[in-house]
């Protein structure tokens, strides 16, 4: 079976020889204090700053979802208002988090599929971080990262903070230009659960000192201050998912072997192989018309007929796809298209979908 699915998805191809390899040095049996996990926290942090180009001036934190990611962040840069640009269901949970943390969160919302265009929207007095989601993984919409910079240089003060989460290793993101930065691995490394990795800039840790000082609360375990404290001795402050930290590095490794250059042009290829049959189909469309905000790394589909019929059709050719995100559920087909995903994978879609199309 070949998952397309947005996450988890297909593995990349080199985790069960990176598996088989951790329990062979019995990693997963020596100490999260000890100098072998020190040495390997090390390399996996000097092969994901490699990959993705993350300046020495950001810290970089492994925490254990994107999730948790979006808390930390609220509580750790937020004293009072934080502002949400929401056009999907990952945004909006960011800006559920923060009501949930007491915070006074200020939504900038469009319609379901829609862009948003940051600096149309004026935003409150005096808030203080700026959350947005580059890729909608619930409707396959991106947001143009040029936009995302003007906003920052017209709002020099905010603090910006970006959900990279569904177009990793993709995205070609600035870090100098951004505060807190996040991701998980279950998508675009095709690696499993359970590791999540947040970048912040060194203002946005100088805001959680001074909240901290403030006497508000910044969290316990995982505020940025403990955070720090450890990743600068190459530990984490609980016992962290060592297997994940390990094939992150090594998966980091073969990425940077191949270099994102080719990785990127390579997932052009794919996306535009699929959208590119739709046209000459009768049942499928983009969900996404505008081509500048349509996402390459989760492809989301309209279909004519329900969806279901179309992904139990492929499920029994070995082709596993997504539903559409909860009102879209029977409406639309979404289909993960990250670095593991090979051209002759998107091949064989391709073709199903046509054929299925014209049966
Ligand atoms: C999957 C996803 C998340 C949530 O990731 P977890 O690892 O489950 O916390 C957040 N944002 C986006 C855009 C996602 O696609």
Redesign the pocket.
């Known amino acids: 079976m070949i998952y397309f699915t ?2 988890p998805t297909k593995l990349h191809k080199s985790v069960p020889k990176y598996i088989n390899l951790a329990l062979k040095n019995k990693l997963l049996s020596k100490s999260h204090r000890g100098s072998d996990f020190h040495i390997m926290y090390e390399e996996t942090e000097h092969e994901l700053r490699k990959l993705l180009n993350i300046p020495q001036s950001h810290l970089l934190f492994f925490i254990s ?4 990611a979006m808390e930390r962040i609220i509580q750790n840069t937020v004293y009072e208002k934080s502002e949400h640009f929401i056009n999907g269901a ?1 945004s909006e ?1 960011f800006f559920k988090i923060a009501l949930n943390l007491g915070k006074k969160a200020v939504p900038h919302s469009v319609e379901f599929g829609n862009f948003i265009t940051p600096v149309s929207f004026a935003g409150p007095k005096r808030s203080e971080t700026a959350c947005f ?1 580059h ?3 619930s409707s396959g919409v991106s947001l143009d990262l040029q936009e995302l910079y003007k906003y920052k240089n017209k709002y020099p003060d905010k603090l910006i903070a970006l ?1 990279i ?2 177009s990793v290793p993709y995205v070609e993101v600035n870090f100098s230009n951004l505060d807190c930065i996040f991701f ?1 691995i ?2 675009g490394f095709g690696l499993p ?1 359970g590791l ?1 990795v947040l970048v912040i800039s060194p203002r946005a840790f100088e805001k959680s000192l001074y909240i901290e000082k403030k006497g508000k609360s910044v969290g316990s375990y995982h505020k940025f201050s403990e955070l720090k404290r450890y990743s600068d001795r190459k530990e984490t402050p609980e016992t962290p998912n060592i297997l994940a930290l390990f094939l992150l590095g090594k998966i980091s490794k073969e990425l940077n072997k191949i270099g994102l250059k080719k990785i990127r042009k390579e997932i052009d290829q794919k996306a535009d192989s699929l959208y590119n049959i739709l046209p000459k189909t009768k049942l499928f469309s983009p969900f996404i018309k505008d081509i500048k905000h349509r996402s390459k790394t989760v492809i989301v589909i309209e279909t004519a007929v329900n969806s279901k019929n179309i992904i139990d059709t492929l499920k029994s050719a070995g082709i596993m796809i997504g539903s559409g995100y909860k009102e879209y559920k029977e409406k639309h087909l979404r289909i993960a298209n990250f670095p593991q995903h090979s051209l002759n994978d998107y091949k064989k879609l391709a073709k199903y979908l046509i054929e299925i199309s014209h049966s």
């Open positions: 947005p996450g979802s994107a999730t948790e990952f949970k989601t890729n909608e993984t959900d989460v569904s998980s279950q998508k659960s999540g």
